[in-house]
């Protein structure tokens, strides 16, 4: 049989499904394409910074339920103040494991005396479901645990004046914290492949459309 003998003639029901999986398959990738060029944008708006002063460790607030590769633990918080003024900033210093009991709180080494941060200025920190029944400190008393930190509710706590933004320390410091910070370079490629096989399968669609489509003519008796 020859490609002469075929003759097109679609089937309802192909062209139905064809062009449902069709749709669906560029609706998604492109879904997948928008959030890959967000975040490349987020990726480009990241402002770094230095600051130069002082880690004030009466202060220091541990954030609840980070994880690291696999590995449980909390995210350290520490107001610096700042050397060429009055003002202080927020710094998110680092990863640190937790205990091998809830109620044993790992021991945070803060460098004593005036510092360098470099880092990348957050306008804020992500926010996690809260747990229930989260236990108040007072500052200057031992490291309190919060599940989520806010700036503002960090500045009415503690009492000092903090700066509108959070910086996530990058540089290295004698502390032994983690600073293995998730970028939005590192999760834009994984998008990019989703939509590319979003757009595969709506070829793929209209492929076997095509092939279901031809068929042998009828031979006259």
């Known amino acids: 049989m020859s490609f002469a003998d075929l003759r097109f003639r679609p089937r309802a029901w192909a062209f139905a499904l064809s062009l449902a999986g069709c749709a669906a398959g560029v609706a998604l990738g492109n879904w997948q394409s928008g959030r890959a060029d967000e975040k490349r944008a987020a990726q480009a708006s990241l402002k770094r910074v230095a600051v130069n002063g002082e880690f004030l460790p009466q202060y220091t607030v541990l954030l609840d339920l980070r994880v690291h590769r696999g590995r449980p633990g909390y995210h350290v918080v520490q107001p610096l103040r700042v050397s060429s003024g ?96 998730a970028r939005p370079e590192a999760t834009h490629l994984k998008n990019e492949m989703y939509a590319l096989q979003w757009y595969s399968l709506a070829a793929l669609c209209v492929i076997l459309f095509l092939v279901l489509s031809f068929r042998r003519a009828e031979t006259p008796s």
Do not use: M
């Not at 009492?159 to 996530?168: F, K, N, R, S």
């Open 86 to 181: 009055t003002e202080h900033v927020t710094v998110l210093r680092g990863w640190i494991e937790a205990g091998a009991r809830r109620e044993q709180l790992p021991k945070i080494v803060t460098p004593v005396g005036t510092q360098r941060v470099e880092g990348i200025a957050l306008a804020r920190l992500p926010q996690y479901l809260e747990q229930p029944g989260q236990a108040e400190c007072r500052p200057g008393t031992v490291p309190c645990v919060w599940q989520n930190l806010r700036v503002d509710a960090f500045a009415a706590w503690s009492g000092l004046a903090l700066q509108p933004l959070v910086v996530e320390q990058t540089n290295e410091l004698a502390d032994g914290l983690v600073r293995d910070w």
